[in-house]
């Protein structure tokens, strides 16, 4: 948003940033409880499984309510079989990216002596969003808002219900409520505020990006500086 303001159809960015809110109330009640055992994580894929097919049931009347001859998509010059190739391509690099700067910068942290918390919010939460980020540039610099925000909103609530549900009915997992009730409130917090966004603002203006990017600096020095052990 800081880049290009994001500017999109507001009933989906509300059902959107609604989703992420439950997400996080259900990380929150997680965190609460202790932990997360095969049923909640079951709980949890079957919640994302719903999302998506409302979503999609969604999106697909909406294009059709909006199909015209004047609003026809471009035909691509490339084949599906290559555009499908990129896609693979374009991914596995991301991947392939995001291992190497998660690899290296663990190492360097382990060496600094920092603990795994702050590793995992810090650093390997940025290596992992690596493809999120690359995605929505590229998305904002092409006035393609919705894929921007959807691509954002749509990765969060897939990284709680999809990975933390796939994790948790592989393996449960125990969480120490205080040592993460700070890092749920902040993720509360944000959520809530891009629900605000979508309500009041329907998209995010230039200024909420600039001072949405300046709020994840400033807890992220907090996490690194001022932040429990």
């Known amino acids: 948003a800081a880049?290009?303001?994001?500017?999109?159809?507001?009933?989906?960015?509300?059902?959107?940033?609604?989703m992420l809110t439950l997400a996080v109330a259900g990380t929150a009640a997680?965190?609460?409880?202790?932990?997360?055992?095969r049923q909640t994580g079951a709980l949890l894929?079957?919640?994302?499984?719903?999302?998506?097919?409302?979503?999609?049931?969604?999106?697909?009347?909406a294009a059709r309510a909006t199909r015209s001859e004047a609003q026809a998509p471009e035909t691509p010059n490339l084949s599906i079989a290559a555009l499908a190739g990129l896609v693979v391509l374009g991914v596995g690099a991301m991947a392939a990216g995001a291992e190497a700067l998660v690899w290296g910068a663990v190492n360097i942290a382990h060496a600094a002596g920092l603990s795994e918390r702050v590793i995992g919010?810090?650093?390997?939460?940025?290596?992992?969003?690596?493809?999120e980020l690359a995605t929505a540039i590229v998305a904002a610099t092409r006035n393609q808002s919705d894929v921007a925000i959807g691509n954002?909103?749509?990765?969060c609530v897939f990284n709680v219900f999809g990975i933390l549900g796939a994790t948790a009915v592989i393996a449960p997992i125990a969480i120490d409520p205080a040592e993460f009730g700070e890092d749920v409130a902040a993720t509360a917090i944000a959520s809530a505020l891009a629900l605000l966004?979508?309500?009041?603002?329907?998209?995010?203006?230039?200024?909420?990006?600039?001072?949405?990017?300046?709020?994840?600096?400033?807890?992220i020095a907090y996490v690194f500086v001022g932040g429990p052990a």
Not at 121 to 130: N, W
Not at 152 to 155: I, Q, T
Not at 197 to 219: D, S
């Open 3 to 18: 880049l290009s303001p994001i500017l999109c159809d507001p009933r989906a960015l509300t059902r959107d940033a609604a």
């Open 121 to 131: 919010i810090s650093l390997v939460a940025l290596g992992t969003s690596l493809p």
């Open 45 to 61: 894929l079957l919640a994302l499984a719903l999302y998506l097919y409302l979503a999609f049931r969604h999106e697909r009347a």
């Open 30 to 37: 997680i965190s609460v409880v202790g932990g997360a055992g």
């Open 197 to 219: 966004l979508a309500i009041v603002a329907r998209g995010v203006p230039r200024i909420a990006g600039i001072a949405m990017t300046a709020l994840y600096v400033g807890y």
């Open 152 to 155: 954002v909103l749509g990765s």
